[in-house]
T-cell receptor
Framework: KAGVTQTPRYLIKTRGQQVTLSCSPISGHRSVSWYQQTPGQGLQFLFEYFSETQRNKGNFPGRFSGRQFSNSRSEMNVSTLELGDSALYLC????????????FGPGTRLTVL | EDKVVQSPLSLVVHEGDTVTLNCSYEVTNFRSLLWYKQEKKAPTFLFMLTSSGIEKKSGRLSSILDKKELFSILNITATQTGDSAIYLCAVGPQTGANNLFFGTGTRLTVIP
């Protein structure tokens, strides 16, 4: 069974730009969560989507948004990029929103210059 | 404020040693505790524990949860260089949410 896939794997942007990251969950998994990982803050929850609805949101500014499509694929968008947005963005999927064990994709490394 | 604390922050051992990694938590909405191994990129799922006192085992790795004292340990026996990684502990909330709350991890280095 294929794992979680994320595209692109690496991205370099400049301040003020916006970026869209994509995540395809494991087949049959309907819940997709996004996390930001930085050396200083570790892994922090951004948001979770289930059945195209955002179920939970972490403590991030409104510049961070996401959506989920009917095939469970998800995208996250960051607008007006700041230097501090440089991080590894990880997507994780789980079969339903009632289970906690999440399976992570390889991540997208975003560098903001 | 929810908190997950892992110790030690880093550990260097020799191949063949046994290591114990610790995770303590204070969260208001607990359902499960999860362990992940992170080498280069994606954290890899190891264990999920929901009940106290029941040891989970997978090869040389084992983990146990104490819900009364609010901690978990991850044991690795007969360590190998391939065990070198960051080990992350996370707490999963009750139903209706799937936002894992992670500790900062323990960096394990196994030297030949």
């Amino acid at each position: 069974k294929a794992g979680v896939t994320q595209t692109p794997r690496y991205l370099i942007k400049t301040r003020g730009q916006q970026v869209t990251l994509s995540c395809s969950p494991i087949s049959g998994h309907r819940s997709v969560s996004w996390y930001q990982q930085t050396p200083g803050q570790g892994l922090q929850f951004l948001f979770e989507y289930f059945s195209e609805t955002q179920r939970n949101k972490g403590n991030f500014p409104g510049r961070f948004s996401g959506r989920q499509f009917s095939n469970s694929r998800s995208e996250m968008n960051v607008s007006t990029l700041e230097l501090g947005d440089s991080a590894l963005y990880l997507c994780a999927s789980t079969r339903t929103s009632e289970r906690n064990e999440q399976f992570f994709g390889p991540g997208t490394r975003l560098t903001v210059l | 404020e929810d908190k997950v604390v892992q110790s030690p922050l880093s550990l260097v051992v020799h191949e063949g040693d046994t290591v114990t990694l610790n995770c303590s938590y204070e969260v208001t909405n607990f359902r499960s505790l999860l362990w992940y191994k992170q080498e280069k990129k994606a954290p890899t799922f190891l264990f999920m524990l929901t009940s106290s006192g029941i040891e989970k085992k997978s090869g040389r790795l084992s983990s146990i949860l104490d819900k009364k004292e609010l901690f978990s340990i991850l044991n690795i026996t007969a360590t190998q260089t391939g065990d070198s990684a960051i080990y992350l502990c996370a707490v999963g909330p009750q139903t209706g949410a799937n936002n894992l709350f992670f500790g900062t991890g323990t960096r394990l280095t196994v030297i030949p």
